[in-house]
């Protein structure tokens, strides 16, 4: 019975929306995708399931990503948006966007295990796609695999009860 019990009411917390992040790029804990009825905007904290790219097939291969319910078996990403569609992405030692410094955008020329980092080419973020960020130093972000399709946001992200370490 406590076993249905579990099934039961992780069932009914991923219909409504709710997701736990255990991982660093935001606070752990509970988070809730809300439904977004307007497009993607700059500041947008969202959730988002990563395309399947060459890149992400490299990331989910070196455990950047973990296994959920998106295509290609990954969990959705939270992010924020950080450039849209028709603006200027600049990546160099930080990334700015329209001229204007990204804060705590700083590239790592390597992750956590050594292992070489290339960063994503500059440019114009293209119709229909988004340029996302994380501040968490390790965040394995746009800054590396580029903007994505805005057709994979969920919703936007919204704390629910988290742990601060």
């Known amino acids: 019975m406590a076993a249905l019990a579990a099934i039961l009411s992780i069932g009914t917390a991923l219909i409504g929306g709710y997701r736990i992040n ?7 804990g509970l988070w809730r ?27 989910r291969a070196r455990g950047y990503l973990r ?57 114009i973020v293209p119709p229909g796609y988004i340029f996302l960020h994380s501040s968490f130093p390790g965040s394995y972000d746009s800054r590396y695999y580029g903007p994505v399709p805005a057709s994979g946001v969920l919703g936007l992200a919204q704390e629910v009860l988290n742990y601060a370490p």
Not at 75 to 81: F, M, R, S, W
């Open 22 to 28: 255990l991982t660093p790029s935001e606070p752990l």
């Open 33 to 59: 995708i809300l439904p977004l009825y307007r497009p993607v905007a700059v500041n947008d904290l969202v959730f988002i399931c990563p395309p399947e790219t060459a890149e992400m097939g490299v990331a």
């Open 67 to 123: 296994s959920g319910s998106c295509p290609g078996g990954v969990a959705p990403l939270i992010k924020t948006v950080i450039a849209v569609a028709g603006q200027h992405v600049e990546i160099g030692a930080r990334v700015t966007v329209d001229r204007r410094v990204v804060s705590s955008s700083s590239l790592a020329p390597r992750d956590g295990k050594g292992r070489p980092l290339a960063p994503s080419p500059s440019g």
